[in-house]
Each structure stands twice: as C-alpha cells, then as structure tokens.
C-alpha cells in the first residue's frame, strides 16, 4: 500500500492551524468499522512518537489541539493552533497489512 | 513504564551481517499480546518497517512477519530469559546504512500502531 502525503514541507505561524493530508493507495477501513491508519511525529533529534491510531484515536499524553479524521483512502491530521514544540517531521502510516507503509513526511516549520 | 533500548555495532562491513538487539525494560517482553517490530531510517529520509515478531503464543499471524524486500536477507528472534529481540540481516550494503528503531507494536485487532519506540541506533555500512 502506497502511502502519499501532502505538503511536503508546512511552515506555519504560531497559533495558526495546520492540516496535513495523506492517501492511501487502497482503502483502510476494515469490517470492524476501523480505519488502520496511524500519524507519528519525529521531533528534531527524536525517535518518532505516536500522535493518533486508528485515524482518531489520540494516543496518551497528545495534547487536543492535535485531531485525526478520515475514512478509507483518504486522510488528515489537524493542528488548531500551532505551537513551537510541534516542530518536526508527521508521517502518516497503515497498520491495515504487513508490510507496514509509511508516507514520505511533512516538515512542519514555524515562520 | 515500558522502555526500549537498542544495542549493536555502528560499523558493519560490507556483504557481513548486521546484528541489533533490543532490550526490553519496565515489563515483559512475553506479556502482552503484543508484536516487536524493527524500523529503519536512511539519513534525512523517511521510515521502512523492517519486520515484527511475537513473544507470546496470542498472535495469530505464526509469531513472525517480514518487509518481503529485505525477507532474503532478515531473520529475527526473540530471547524471553533476556526480555530482548534480535535482528539480523545478511550480505549488508551500504543501502543498508540507517538508524535502526525497534518498537512495540500492537495487534492489528486493537490498533497495529507502535506505541513505544526505542531511542534508535545508528549503523553504517562502510569498508
């Protein structure tokens, strides 16, 4: 499954909203009604770290300015407003089937 | 608190075998169900799932799956006395260069989403 992301690189101004779109190249909702895609963010010097599972889901500790939506192919990650530790590389990736795919990241930079 | 610290050469030469190990601490690596997956990272690129493996007998999948364009060259195991993982790839070349992560990964009948990752460990192939 092919994992496509957009933009690739996302400068935004503190306190602004930010949305990062992902496709998938085939559908990720399963019969139990879940989507199977998960967003992680890379921090500058950091293992990637789990933001949302299951398309919605925040995972603990995620702060909820940060939001998930989307159904089948297509997806995205929402930040509300945008603060400097949000820093970093956000990768989108399907846990619907091995291989597990990624997509290719968006570099979010502050302005 | 569950964490997890990967350990293992940072040099590896040509066409020999890269081998990493993960420690698991804060919990057993038999407790779960949970799968324990191996990541990859070329430098400034994105990431590449590597494969998964099982500690417990409460997966259904057979205990190991792999990324089939590394399947030739992979193994992995699991040392339960140990609470770590293993990985080893065979005939490396410097495409193999990368941080290696390893992770623990959920079932796909909750979520599949890695959960907790290690700090990461860089290896390069280089003569």
């Known amino acids: 499954t092919v994992m496509t992301q957009s933009p690739l690189s996302l400068p935004v101004t503190p306190g602004e909203p930010a949305s990062i779109s992902c496709r998938s190249s085939q559908s990720l909702l399963l019969s139990n009604r879940h989507n199977y895609l998960d967003w992680y963010v890379q921090r500058p010097g950091q293992s990637p770290q789990l933001l949302i599972y299951?398309?919605?889901n925040r995972a603990s500790g995620v702060p909820d300015r940060f939001s998930g939506s989307g159904s089948g192919t297509d997806f995205t990650l929402r930040i509300s407003r945008v603060e400097a530790e949000d820093v970093g590389v956000y990768y989108c990736?399907?846990?619907?089937?091995?291989?597990?795919?990624f997509g290719q990241g968006t570099k979010l930079e502050i302005k | 608190q569950v964490q997890l610290l990967e350990s293992g050469p940072g040099l590896v030469k040509p066409s020999q075998t890269l081998s990493l190990t993960c420690v698991v601490s804060?919990?057993?690596?038999?407790?779960?169900?949970?799968?324990w997956s191996w990541i990859r990272q070329p430098a400034g690129k994105g990431l590449e799932w590597i494969g998964r493996i099982s500690a417990s007998g409460s997966t259904n999948s057979g205990g190991i799956n792999e990324n089939p364009s590394l399947k030739s060259r992979l193994s992995m195991s699991v040392d339960s006395s140990r609470n770590q993982f293993s990985l080893r790839l065979d005939s490396v070349t410097a495409a193999d260069t990368a941080v290696y992560y390893c992770?623990?990964?959920?079932?796909?009948?909750?979520?599949?989403?890695?959960?907790?990752w290690g700090q990461g460990t860089l290896v390069t192939v280089s003569s």
């Open positions: 990736m399907q846990a619907l089937e091995t291989p597990y795919t």
């Open positions: 804060g919990g057993s690596i038999t407790s779960g169900p949970y799968y």
């Open positions: 299951l398309g919605s």
């Open positions: 992770a623990r990964t959920q079932l796909p009948d909750t979520t599949g989403a890695f959960d907790i």
